[in-house]
């Protein structure tokens, strides 16, 4: 990714938190309206994505619990390979 795509998706994420009034975060956050309504952002470094997906108050649940299951999936990769970005639990 070259410096001017990783600048773009960055303000991407920042202009989206900044609309919806959270902190920007380095690379994703999941926001929840009063309604069940749910927004994610995902910013990927790797090939310089930002996907924002939405859902409404009734697919809001089954969208959070695939979001929980997909990042348990990573965290659990991640614990078998040993992967370095854990040290921070060590």
Known sequence: MTAAQGASVRGLVRIVAKHLGV???DA???YE????SALHVARD???ATC????AGPDWAP???AF????GLGELIGKIS?????????S
């Open 23 to 25: 902190r920007a975060p």
């Open 28 to 30: 994703t956050f999941h």
């Open 33 to 36: 309206y009063a309604d069940g």
């Open 45 to 47: 470094d790797r090939d």
């Open 51 to 54: 996907i924002v997906s939405g």
């Open 62 to 64: 089954a969208f959070k």
């Open 67 to 70: 979001l929980m299951t997909q």
């Open 81 to 89: 390979r040993g992967d370095e970005a854990l040290d921070c639990f």
